[in-house]
C-alpha cells in the first residue's frame, strides 16, 4: 500500500515507531524529501529520492538462522526551505521600542537530518517551523536586543543596521543550527508590525490544513508549496524596500522582481485558504449526497427484497404443504409395513408353538416304542425317525424368524 507520511504542508518532519507504520507500506520519496531509518535505536542511514518498503520483514532465510525483525523508527523530513520566525519586543537604552520579526530561513540536509531526532528526544514526535521557533526564540531575542540596544527607531531600520544584525544572528546561531541539523540560507527583519502579525497568523493557519487523502493530494501540495514560498520572496523583498539607504539599483531591481511576482497572478495565502474551504465544502457536500443515494439505494432494494418475499409466499407454502403431505404418507407406509411384520412374526411363534407340541407327542411316543419294542429291527427304526424328528426341529427354529 502507499504511505504518506504527512497530511499537512507546515510539518517540516514526522517521527514514527514501526508499529504506527503499516507493514509493507511503500513510500515514494521525493528529491525534497529524506527519510532517517533507526533499527534498535541507532541510525542506519538516510534516503531521498527513493522508492522504499519501509518496514520490510526478515525473509525466509534470514528467519531459518534465528534473525528477528529489528525494533525500527523512521525520521521522515522535508528538506525546505522553511522559513523559522522569531518576534522580537522590547526597548533599547535610549527609550525606542523595538518590535521585529527576524525571520531565519534553514534547509535540512539528507547528512544534517539525523540531528532533527533531538526533537522527538524531547517528546516533540511532529515537528512545525513553530517548535523549531520556541527551540531559538531565547538565542535570538537576547541578541537582536543586545545588537539594537543603543540605537534608536530610525538607526534600527537603516539597511547598514540590518545587514550587520543578520550576519550578527548568524554567527551567534552557527552552533544552534548545527545542533538540530538545520542549515542556514539566509535572514531578514521585518519592522513593520502589521506584516509580522500576518506572517505569523498565515504561519498558524498552516499548521491546521489537513491535504486531501484523494488523488489531488500531490498536485495540492506543490500548488500550496509554490504558494508559500512565493509569499516569503514578496515578504523579503517588501521587508528590505522598507529599510533605509537601499541603493536606487538595488531597488529597482527588488521592484521589477517584485512586480514580476505579483503579474504571475499566484493566489495569496488567504485567497487559497478560501478556495480550499469551498473546494472541500463541495467535496464533503458531494460525499453526504453520495451516502445519501447509496442509503435510498439500499433502503429500496430491501423493499424489493421484501416484495419479492410476499409474493413468493403462496408458492413457497405449496411446496411445503406438498412435502409434508409426502412425509405423512411415508410414515404411514413405515407404520403399516411394521404391523404386517409384527403380525408375521406372531403367526410364525404360533405356527413354531404347535409345531413343537406335536414334534414333543411324536418324540414320546418313538422314544417309548424303542424302549419296549422286543424285535430289535423296529427299535432301530424308531431310533433313526427319532433322531431325524429331533434333526428338523433344530433346524426349524434356527430359520425360523429369517426373512
Not at 78 to 87: K, L
Not at 224 to 239: D, F, P, S, V, Y
Not at 251 to 262: G, I, P, W, Y
Request: charge should be negative; glycine fraction near 4%.
Amino acid at each position: 500500500m502507499h504511505f504518506r507520511w504527512r497530511e499537512n504542508p507546515a510539518v517540516i518532519a514526522q517521527y514514527m515507531v514501526a508499529n504506527k507504520v503499516p507493514e509493507q507500506a511503500e513510500v515514494t520519496l521525493k528529491p525534497n524529501e529524506i527519510c532517517v531509518v533507526l533499527e534498535n535505536g541507532k541510525v542506519v542511514g538516510s534516503v531521498s529520492q527513493h522508492h522504499m518498503e519501509v518496514n520490510p520483514e526478515i525473509g525466509m532465510i534470514g528467519r531459518l538462522f534465528g534473525k528477528q525483525n529489528p525494533q525500527r523508527s523512521f525520521m521522515f523530513c522535508f528538506t525546505g526551505p522553511h522559513q523559522i520566525m522569531v518576534q522580537v519586543k522590547g526597548q533599547s537604552n535610549l527609550g525606542s521600542e523595538i518590535n521585529c520579526l527576524v525571520s531565519m530561513k534553514v534547509e535540512i540536509t539528507r547528512e544534517s537530518a539525523p540531528r532533527l531526532l533531538t526533537f522527538p528526544a524531547k517528546g516533540t514526535l511532529t515537528i512545525h517551523a513553530s517548535d523549531i521557533a520556541k527551540e531559538l526564540r531565547s538565542i535570538v531575542g537576547s541578541n537582536t536586543l543586545n545588537f539594537l540596544k543603543n540605537m534608536n527607531s530610525e538607526e534600527m531600520r537603516t539597511l547598514e543596521t540590518n545587514e550587520d544584525l543578520c550576519f550578527h544572528l548568524k554567527s551567534e546561531l552557527r552552533s544552534t543550527f548545527d545542533e538540530y541539523g538545520l542549515q542556514h540560507r539566509g535572514i531578514h527583519i521585518i519592522w513593520s508590525s502589521s506584516v509580522a502579525e500576518q506572517r505569523l497568523q498565515n504561519e498558524s493557519d498552516l499548521e491546521r490544513i489537513r491535504l486531501s487523502k484523494e488523488a489531488d493530494a500531490d498536485r495540492q501540495e506543490l500548488e500550496l508549496n509554490h504558494m508559500i514560498q512565493t509569499e516569503q520572496r514578496k515578504h523579503e523583498i517588501n521587508a528590505r524596500l522598507a529599510l533605509v539607504g537601499v541603493q536606487a539599483q538595488q531597488k529597482a531591481e527588488m521592484e521589477s522582481e517584485l512586480q514580476r511576482l505579483e503579474n504571475e497572478g499566484n493566489l495569496s495565502f488567504a485567497e487559497w485558504s478560501q478556495k480550499n474551504r469551498l473546494v472541500q465544502a463541495q467535496k464533503q457536500s458531494d460525499r453526504e449526497e453520495y451516502l445519501k443515494d447509496a442509503q435510498t439505494e439500499l433502503e429500496v432494494s430491501k423493499l424489493i427484497a421484501e416484495q419479492q418475499k410476499v409474493m413468493q409466499s403462496p408458492a413457497q407454502h405449496e411446496k411445503d404443504e406438498k412435502q409434508r403431505r409426502a412425509m405423512e404418507m411415508f410414515e404411514q407406509v413405515q407404520a403399516k409395513k411394521q404391523e404386517r411384520m409384527r403380525i408375521a412374526a406372531e403367526q410364525e411363534k404360533e405356527r413354531l408353538d404347535q409345531h413343537s407340541k406335536a414334534s414333543e407327542n411324536t418324540i414320546s411316543v418313538l422314544e417309548k416304542i424303542a424302549s419296549t419294542a422286543t424285535d430289535p429291527a423296529v427299535q432301530m427304526e424308531a431310533l433313526k425317525q427319532l433322531a431325524e424328528l429331533r434333526k428338523t426341529d433344530v433346524s426349524g427354529q434356527k430359520d425360523a424368524y429369517k426373512e
